[in-house]
């Protein structure tokens, strides 16, 4: 009898773990939505609110041009071409992007998502390079403004966030 009694319990723990699991995580996928939306507006260079303030980030980095295209890094190598950009994020990011990196993005993938966390993503667009840069450390309200200057063939769109 303690034995099924020991069992019935082991059984209702682990039901109110998954519970607990499935109520947690479904938090967590729906406070990644209110992040992901303003970064779409910040892409779409509309304004966006968020109803929490939410920590913002500027990452440096470069787009260098190798072999015919724009990839992004943090290193340039010598006789390179460069053009230094930033990385937005929005949320609780981690301290370093390197997976990020070494990649071309286009505005249908400006946006990555990670745990708690949206990065806005430099992109490019034939000569065009588009990038984020925001006038604060966190913030509910971001108005987007753009900026734009032209040398040696390469269009540099600067995207300023205020918040």
Known sequence: ??????LLTVVAAMAAT????ATVLGMFSSSQAPLVSAAASIVA?????LDTPV???LYPANYTYTNGRWILTNRVSPGATAVPVYVLSLGQCPPSIQDMLNKTYAVR???VVLTNCVLVMPWVQGSTITHYAATC???TDFRPETAEVEASGVKMRLVVVNC
């Open 137 to 139: 450390r966190s913030g």
């Open 1 to 6: 009898m303690l034995t099924f009694r020991y």
């Open 109 to 111: 993938n400006a946006t």
């Open 18 to 21: 998954a519970a607990v699991a």
């Open 55 to 57: 920590a913002v980030r």
């Open 45 to 49: 260079e509309k304004a966006a609110h």
